[in-house]
């Protein structure tokens, strides 16, 4: 009977799951003391096949920083054995990446058919929810298709706010990149307590009075439905590459915001491609045009990935601070002190480049060159112990944290922008 039972539960692990398998791969993290120690890993990123998770490339790997990379069971001994003979710290932070994917769905399903905010949501389920949303509360949600992908998939972002188009907005996007899942529950979870507490919490109820929120749930639709279908670690779109049998773009390198200042994001096959040139994938081009369009309104943008617990502001492709950086600075710093009054959990907070490490043709600097004052990046839990396979247990407590930040960014946004 328990055999039956352990398979039957195997089962319905994998049937949320199809696509590549990892059994055996393993996720390791590693401290290089000093520079020598820091080429040593670049040395074994290029003789082996290394997904970083973080940082997202080998080139950003310095003295003294926390590196989480993916290796092949194959690999995994030598790799071992290399850190080992030069003793470098290190720990393994996951020792069979297949078991954590399936470890992630350890939420049951309330009631069949209910939208769950409490579970990971495939595309098609997002899809009948925004419908859902705007059937449930056609006073406050309207979904406007902006665009669509590679695949030909919708772009949908839902408008929410008791407001027209002149008010002061908020943009909003989750899951640029395709793995990081709990950035997608996030926004879901934003436009259902935005609608479920309006008219019963205060702040929330002044919110959506005086401004609106443009939320799109999710920015590269086909690489999530790769991830949920094929690769659950696939980060990029799915775009066709000239000359190249690698598939994809990287959508947060892709806007047209010092595009052409990091030599490493040149290669088609790299994690981080940019793309031809600024602005060539239809997502990445859609959400542009459509916050060019809405620039009046639009007076803050915020975008959300995963993990490293951090709140980012410009910029990314320099050392430079921007003209607010103060402002921006006191924003963050409260943002996070918020967020912790939940449940404690620390973030920290800073401009991209030395917070988290440089980047370019990103939509957050991208955002703030526009005119967008106020541009912020959420890094979402948690700190590597899932990296991005955070369980469907910690959905509910990370959107719990992350909207008091966003509500007491929101507020701020209302009160000090004109």
Known sequence: MLAFLILVTLALASAHYSGEHFEGEKVFRVKPQDEKQANIIKDLAKTNQLDFWYPDATHHVTANMTIDFQVSEKESQSIQSALDQNNMHYEILIHDLQE????????????????????????????????KMV?????????????????????????????????????????????????PAFCQWFVYQATKTYGKNKIMTKLLDRMNFYVLPVFNVDGYIWSWTQNRMWRKNRSKNQNSKCIGTDLNRNFNASWNSFQNTKNPCANIYRGPKPESEKETKAVTDFIRSHLKSIKAYITFHSYSQMLLFPYGYTSKLPPNHEDLDKVAKISTDVLATRYETRYIYGPIASTYYPTSGSSLDWAYNVGIKHTFAFELRDKGKYGFLLPESLIKSTCKETLLAVKFIAKYILKHTS
Request: with cysteine; glycine share 6%; charged share 35%.
């Open 100 to 131: 954590e994917i399936e470890k992630q769905f350890d939420v049951k399903e309330d009631i069949p058919g209910r939208h769950s905010y409490a579970k990971y949501n495939n595309w098609d389920k997002i899809v009948a929810w925004t419908e």
């Open 135 to 183: 059937h449930k509360h056609p006073d406050m949600v309207s979904r406007i298709k902006i665009g669509t992908t590679v695949e030909d998939n919708p772009l949908y972002v839902l408008k929410v706010g008791k407001g027209d188009e002149r008010r002061k907005a908020i943009f909003m996007d989750c899951g640029i990149h395709a793995r990081e899942w709990i950035s």
